[in-house]
């Protein structure tokens, strides 16, 4: 069963750090591009950062760049997102999914992923 699960969110002051983890079950990670995207109440879904597995090439959104940073570690079939200097306009459902595609600005959109995860809550509040 091809799977992934999405952990590491909960409740977290202004500035402080989280890590959310997607992990693959099923089918390996290492030949897809990752996307973390988020969704507000009320928002659409929108597209954080993603990385590639053909040379390894990163994409944040602008609101995100300098704070959070994306990495996998194959041998876990895991990709990070570690979120630092969080906001509150941070709070959102996170979600990863997969890409067969490479993905650049262009093609940084929810309709070119699949198989997502469940979600995990991020709240940033004090």
């Known amino acids: 069963q091809v799977q992934l699960v999405e952990s590491g969110g909960g409740l977290v002051q202004p500035g402080g750090s989280l890590r959310l983890s997607c992990t693959a079950s099923g089918f390996t990670l290492d030949y897809y591009a990752i996307g973390w995207f988020r969704q507000a109440p009320g928002k659409e879904r929108e597209g954080v950062s993603c990385?590639?597995?053909?040379?390894?090439?990163?994409y944040y959104a602008d609101s995100v760049k300098g704070r959070f940073t994306i990495s996998r570690d194959n041998a876990e079939n895991t990709v990070y997102l570690q979120m630092n200097s969080l906001k509150p306009e941070d709070t959102a459902v996170y979600y990863c999914?997969?890409?067969?595609?490479?993905?650049?600005?262009?093609?940084?959109?929810?309709?070119?992923?699949?198989?997502w995860g469940q979600g995990t809550q991020v709240t940033v509040s004090s």
């Open positions: 999914a997969v890409s067969v595609l490479q993905i650049t600005t262009a093609t940084m959109f929810s309709r070119y992923f699949g198989s």
């Open positions: 990385i590639n597995s053909s040379d390894g090439s990163t």
